[in-house]
């Protein structure tokens, strides 16, 4: 089983629409959850970070849910400028940091 | 420009030479990380610097890899003998003193191996 899997995708969905990741993990001693977005040929650049108790930057909600090693991103109101790739990335602190391999994701007009 | 900076920004060299990279990274943080990332996929640990200290290594990374930061600030990695599998976008991202701290990358170097 891989540390972090993600769906690659992609997800084709429309301007406007709500538009929701998941990502699970396999390490339970996990200490530190982030979303990032890497555009094409563009370094990976946080988007944000997931708290335990959940947390929303205005469209985006992160959520993580510990008991079934899961992390969510949610994205309301989808804009074009969304399209990119999602990454979801565990572990921090003493532990090595390990990325999803990304979901991919397409607004359409 | 604060941000962590990575040179060069793009490589090509033929197969069997020697490469280094090198990494600058955001001045106050202490941890230092190397990844590679090929198209399609999500950036691949190689390797994570706390201070001067190699904390970890991947086991993708063979005999052919070395990364030093002998001062607790920049960071170098080389690769011997390249090979064109190892063609790649390798990331060098930062973070800061506390636990849990986001990591910042670089805009990476690009390699192609010939």
């Known amino acids: 089983r891989k540390e972090v899997e993600q769906d690659p995708g992609p997800f084709n969905v429309p301007e406007g629409a709500t538009v929701a990741f998941n990502c699970t993990y396999s390490?339970?001693?996990?200490?530190?959850f982030f979303w990032y977005r890497q555009d094409c040929r563009k370094e990976p650049k946080l988007l944000m970070s997931?708290?335990?108790s959940g947390n929303e930057d205005g469209r985006f909600t992160a959520q993580l849910n510990r008991a079934s090693q899961y992390i969510s991103l949610l994205i309301r109101d989808s804009k074009l400028s969304d399209s990119a790739t999602y990454l979801c990335?565990?572990?921090?602190?003493?532990?090595?940091?390990?990325f999803g391999t990304g979901t991919k994701l397409q607004v359409i007009p | 420009d604060t941000g962590v900076s990575q040179n060069p920004r793009h490589k090509i060299t033929k197969r069997g030479q020697n490469v280094t990279f090198r990494c600058d990274p955001i001045?106050?943080?202490?941890?230092l990380y190397w990844y590679r990332q090929t198209l399609g996929q999500g950036p691949e640990f190689l390797t994570y610097f706390q201070n001067e200290a190699q904390l970890e290594k991947s086991r993708l990374l063979s005999d052919r890899f070395s990364a030093e930061r002998p001062k607790g600030s920049f960071s170098t990695l080389e690769i011997q003998r390249t090979e064109q599998g190892d063609s790649a976008m390798y990331l060098c991202a930062s973070s800061g003193r506390t636990d849990g701290s986001p990591l910042h990358f670089g805009n990476g170097t690009r390699l192609t191996v010939t």
């Open positions: 990335v565990v572990g921090g602190g003493y532990q090595k940091v390990t």
């Open positions: 997931v708290y335990s």
């Open positions: 001045s106050e943080h202490n941890r």
């Open positions: 390490n339970s001693a996990s200490q530190s």
